[in-house]
C-alpha cells in the first residue's frame, strides 16, 4: 500500500509543478502575440491539458473497453464543467467576452448533436461518426486559426493607432521604433521569451500527463479491488483524473489571475473530449453506448449521462453568452449538479 500512496504522491506534485508552468508558458504567449487569454485556453491550452484523455481513451479503444473510452470523456466534460469551472466561478465570477466564446460554444453543441445522434438514434458509435468527429475537430481548429490572426492584426493596428496616430509614413514607423541596434536586440529578447514559453508549455503538459497517468492508474487499482464497475469507474475516477490537468490550470490560473484563460480551457477541453478524445477512440474501435444500469428499462447513459452533460454546459454558457459575465450562483448550481451526479453513478 506504501507505493501507490508514494505514486499518488509523486504525480500530485508533478501536476503542480507542471500547471505551474504550462500557466506561465500559455499566458506569455498570449501576450506575445496579442491575443485574448480565453482564445489561447480554448486552443493551445485545451490540446495539452486534454492529452491524458486521449491517452486514456485511445488505449481503452484498442483494448476493446468502448465503456471506459465513454465514460472518459463525456466524465470529464461533467467534471470539467461541474467541477472544474464551477470552483473557479465560485472563487471569482468574472467578465466573459461574449466574442471570443461564441464560436468555442456553438463547436461543442454542434459535436453534441453529432454525438447524440449516434447514441439516440443508432445506439452505436461508428466509424462512420468517429471520422466525422474527428473531421469537426479538424474544422474547429482551422476556424480557430484564422480567428487567431485576425485578432493579433486587429491589436497591433489598433496600438500602432492609439501610439502614432492613424496614418504613419515609413520613416515615421522607423523614427518610431528608435534605432536599429536596438530594435534587434529587442528582437532577440522577444524571441528568447517566446523560445522560454514554449518551452515552459511544453515541459508543463508533459508534467501534468505524467503526474495524471500516475494518479489514475492508482486510483484504478483500488477502486476494482473494491468491486466497482468500469463504467462507474471511467465516469468518475478516470474522469477525474484525466480532468486534474484543467483542474491545476483552472487553480493556477485563477492564483496567478488569469481567470479568462481557465474558462477557454474547459470550453476547449470538452470541445476536444467530443472531437479528438471520442473520435479517436470511435475510430479505432467502434461500440455500443455502454450500459451498466437500467432505468424504467432504459439504459443510464441515454437518460442520466448525455443530458447532464448537455445540461451544465448550458448552465455554464448561455447566461454568460447573455449577460457576458459569469456568476457566483452558476458555480454552486453546477457544483451541486455533479456531487449529484456522482452520488447517482454509485447508487445505480
Known sequence: MFIPILLLAVGFVLLIKGGDWFVDGATGIARRFHLPEILIGATVVAIGTTLPEVMVSAGAALQGSGSIAYGNAIGSIICNTALI???TISIKPGPAARKSMVVPVIFFFLAAAIYCVGAYVFGRFSLTLGIILLAVFGLYMLTTILRMKTTAVSVDVVQAEEEHGPVMQEEELE?????DH???SA???TKDSLLKDIVLLVLGAILIAVGADLLVDNAILIAEKCGVSEKVIALTIVAIGTSLPELVTAITSLIKGHGSLSLGNVIGANIFNLVLVSGIAVTLNPFDV????????????LIIDIPVMLAVMLILTVPALVREKLSRWQGIVLLGVYVS????QFVI
Open 85 to 87: 469551472a464551477a470552483i
Open 187 to 189: 528582437e532577440k529578447g
Open 290 to 301: 455502454p450500459a451498466s444500469a437500467y432505468i424504467g428499462g432504459i439504459n443510464s447513459s
Open 182 to 184: 536596438v530594435v534587434e
Open 175 to 179: 523614427a518610431a521604433s528608435g534605432e
Open 341 to 344: 451526479f456522482l452520488l447517482l
